[in-house]
T-cell receptor, first 110, second 114 residues
Framework: RKEVEQDPGPFNVPEGATVAFNCTYS??????FFWYRQDCRKEPKLLMS???SGNEDGRFTAQLNRASQYISLLIRDSKLSDSATYLC???????????FGKGTKLSVKP | SAVISQKPSRDICQRGTSLTIQCQVD?????MFWYRQQPGQSLTLIAT?????????ESGFVIDKFPISRPNLTFSTLTVSNMSPEDSSIYLC???????????FGQGTRLTVV
């Protein structure tokens, strides 16, 4: 089983749609969880951290289920500018590093 | 968040040569990492750059191929040695303030080996 697995995508949605990304992780000892966004030919940037109680930042909502080792990201009212690849990330690498999923590509169309 | 300056941003190199990538951070950071991102793939950790000592490499990466320096808490270099076309990739410097904290990235170096 891969350490971090995500929906393969791509997701092609119209503006205004709600889209959900899912992610599972294998290391039950992981303590920190994040969603990163990576635009084409750019470096990954932190979108939001994910907490056990769930957290919301504007149109973005992240959820964590530790029992199922499952993380989700919900984007409401999609904008064209949301088009990017979304990376599910957990800590727990052997060197204290973050472990990245392969990412899910989102394309929001007019 | 830390401001990270990575250079060069891109390069085209001849096989058999070496390229050194620099990463400069605007503040002292505990942890610095070097990642590789091959086309269509996610990020793979190459090594952790340790200040004042040898880097810690992940399985599949060796010091002779990817020598790393970290002379202080704000600067590190990664060298890609004796390059082949298979080394064509994006190389990313990353910093974190602790083991369970978020990481921040430099702009990346897009390397093409011909």
């Amino acid at each position: 089983r891969k350490e971090v697995e995500q929906d393969p995508g791509p997701f092609n949605v119209p503006e205004g749609a709600t889209v959900a990304f899912n992610c599972t992780y294998s290391n039950s000892a992981s303590q920190s969880f994040f969603w990163y966004r990576q635009d084409c030919r750019k470096e990954p940037k932190l979108l939001m951290s994910v907490y056990s109680s769930g957290n919301e930042d504007g149109r973005f909502t992240a959820q964590l289920n530790r029992a199922s080792q499952y993380i989700s990201l919900l984007i409401r009212d999609s904008k064209l500018s949301d088009s990017a690849t979304y990376l599910c990330v957990v800590n727990g690498g052997s060197q204290g590093n973050l472990i990245f999923g392969k990412g899910t590509k989102l394309s929001v169309k007019p | 968040s830390a401001v990270i300056s990575q250079k060069p941003s891109r390069d085209i190199c001849q096989r058999g040569t070496s390229l050194t990538i620099q990463c400069q951070v605007d503040s002292q950071v505990t942890m610095m990492f070097w990642y590789r991102q091959q086309p269509g793939q996610s990020l793979t950790l190459i090594a952790t750059a340790n200040q004042g000592s040898e880097a810690t490499y992940e399985s599949g990466f060796v010091i002779d191929k990817f020598p790393i320096s970290r002379p202080n808490l704000t600067f590190s270099t990664l060298t890609v040695s004796n390059m082949s076309p298979e080394d064509s990739s994006i190389y990313l410097c990353s910093v974190a303030t602790g083991m369970a904290t978020e990481a921040f990235f430099g702009q990346g170096t897009r390397l093409t080996v011909v």
